[in-house]
């Protein structure tokens, strides 16, 4: 009875959509285990640590930067990522808690840094596409009258991943994507746009 309960006790299973790292008294001993499996381990010395090799989603805090031409606005971000090397991410934050706090910080500054680096039109459009108008709401004017952008949102997008991978390598992560969710004036820039439309 002994025996078996060992044996159970030794015995783990490793799926297909995780990554194990084994730890001796607190220290990571041997490779990240990443093929799926029955595995074994020291009963009652070593512990199991998994971690999901799938993607996994970071949803940032929507923030109120201000941009290159003093416009107060909100942004919210999003990102997807993956635990590339587990020990390195075992070692540096632990878990995925940890790993969601620390992105906290690197994707929310650089998200910052870009933003204010540019003028709000930038944000708002991609390309320079000839503005479209219709017959029933002409007012006879039909110049192109919209800003001409240099960068364009998608640009910035890749400028903030760019920035943010190499800090976001070294915690054990790869940094797949990050979009622009959402950007919205802040309430009191809102509201006087509203006055003024009414």
């Given at each position: ?23 001796q ?53 999003y ?59 002409s ?46 004036y ?13």
């Amino acid at each position: 009875l002994a025996a078996f309960v060992i044996t159970l006790s030794s015995a783990y299973i490793v799926k297909e959509t995780e990554q194990v790292v084994i730890t001796q008294f607190g220290k990571p001993v041997g490779q990240p285990i990443v093929k799926p499996g029955i595995k074994f381990k020291i009963p009652l010395i070593q512990q199991v640590h998994t971690f999901d090799r799938r993607f996994l989603e970071w949803d940032g805090a929507p923030n109120q930067i201000p941009t290159k031409d003093k416009r107060f606005i909100w942004v919210d971000t999003y990102a997807r990522w993956r635990i590339q090397d587990p020990l390195l991410f075992f070692q540096r934050v632990r878990d995925e808690r940890g790993a969601q706090s620390r992105l906290d910080d690197i994707l929310d500054g650089e998200t910052r840094n870009a933003i204010a680096k540019q003028n709000l039109v930038e944000l708002v459009r991609n390309t320079n596409r000839e503005q479209l108008f219709s017959e029933d709401f002409s007012s006879g004017d039909q110049s192109n009258n919209l800003a001409n952008i240099k960068v364009g949102r998608e640009k910035i997008t890749r400028f903030i991943i760019a920035a943010a991978a190499p800090r976001i390598q070294e915690l054990g992560i790869e940094l797949l994507d990050l979009r622009l969710k959402r950007i919205n004036y802040v309430d009191e820039v809102q509201k006087k746009i509203f006055e003024r439309m009414i």
